[in-house]
């Protein structure tokens, strides 16, 4: 292998400080230029060990004034970063940064627009497929752990029985058992539903197992648990969505999760449950005139969003 040459050194060493205080287009850079050259993540490595090390030394000898530090980094950009040049740089930039930071924090958010999906590796064959309008919470010092703040995901998940994938979802967790499978979280709302495989729910409390097919829905506030039976699990993928015994409410917004499209249902119609299968395509217009039809209710447009109310003769 090739060394890295100074440019790179100069990359790796600015990325790794900024790392405490990034935000998450800047995770998503990092994550690029890592991916970008294999000399990328070999000099990040390379500063990430001496960083360690640098941990080891003692106090007194970690001690450099904010002064000293600019000249020292200007050396980084002279041709003498191998040797005893780099590890000097390195211990004079590590230095402050170690003492100011404390231990590195290796988590970061995902977070998709309405509209937008993204899918994210986890390693080992494992991938998370983010929905739009979807928020989440990984570590990539524990990858095999993910939080669900709000939105959707698909999971498929290579099952490791010594160390089991884990999602949060608030104060519960589901648990994989080796499996693909969808959860939906929104307004104090959940649900999980299994393709293949299975999960544990709630291990601490609920302990409920889901087998292929199966479905729950949680009230979190009420700590109510709903079974059910999982329809098209991860069809919006495809725009194909299946809901069953869904409020309608809930039904726009995951048409707004995929597409972008905004409807409003009336407050006569938000709670009006609603099964079957609805095929979205993109186009908003379409989408919403669609969705009136199967229900029955009138839609007009107003602005950028697409209103559905009761028709005349049922008012």
Do not use: C
């Not at 589901?174 to 299975?198: P, Q, W, Y």
């Not at 291990?203 to 199966?214: I, K, M």
């Amino acid at each position: 292998m090739t060394d890295a040459g100074p440019d790179i050194r100069d990359s790796a060493v600015a990325w790794h400080i900024a790392m405490p205080t990034m935000t998450e287009d800047r995770w998503h850079a990092f994550v690029e230029w890592l991916e970008a050259d294999p000399a990328h993540a070999s000099a990040y490595d390379a500063v990430t060990l001496a960083d360690a090390r640098l941990a080891q030394v003692p106090p007194a000898a970690n001690v450099i004034t904010l002064a000293d530090r600019r000249p020292i980094y200007a050396m980084s950009r002279k041709p003498m970063w191998i040797g005893g040049a780099l590890a000097a740089s390195l211990a004079a930039l590590f230095a402050v940064t170690t003492q100011l930071r404390g231990p590195q924090d290796q988590s970061y958010s995902v977070a998709t627009p309405a509209g937008t999906t993204r899918t994210i590796a986890m390693g080992e064959g494992s991938a998370v497929t983010l929905n739009g309008g979807t928020r989440m919470a990984f570590d990539k010092a524990n990858p095999r752990s993910a939080s669900l703040t709000e939105g959707e995901a698909l999971f498929s998940v290579h099952h490791d029985a010594k160390q089991p994938f884990e999602v949060a979802l608030g104060r519960f967790r589901v648990v994989d058992l080796g499996t693909v499978f969808n959860i939906v979280r929104s307004k104090g709302r959940l649900s999980v539903a299994v393709s293949e495989g299975s999960v544990l729910f709630d291990p601490d409390g609920a302990h409920l197992t889901l087998q292929a097919g199966d479905a729950i829905t949680v009230d979190e506030t009420a700590n109510i648990v709903t079974r059910a039976k999982a329809g098209n699990v991860g069809g919006w993928r495809n725009g194909e969505m299946e809901f069953s015994n869904a409020a309608l409410g809930d039904v726009a917004e995951a048409i707004h999760r995929r597409t972008g499209a905004q409807i409003a249902v009336s407050a006569l119609l938000s709670n009006t449950p609603f099964t079957g299968n609805v095929k979205i395509t993109g186009d908003a217009a379409r989408d919403a005139r669609h969705l009136a039809q199967l229900i029955g209710a009138d839609v007009r447009r107003d602005g950028e969003k697409w209103l559905l109310s009761p028709t005349r003769a049922a008012q």
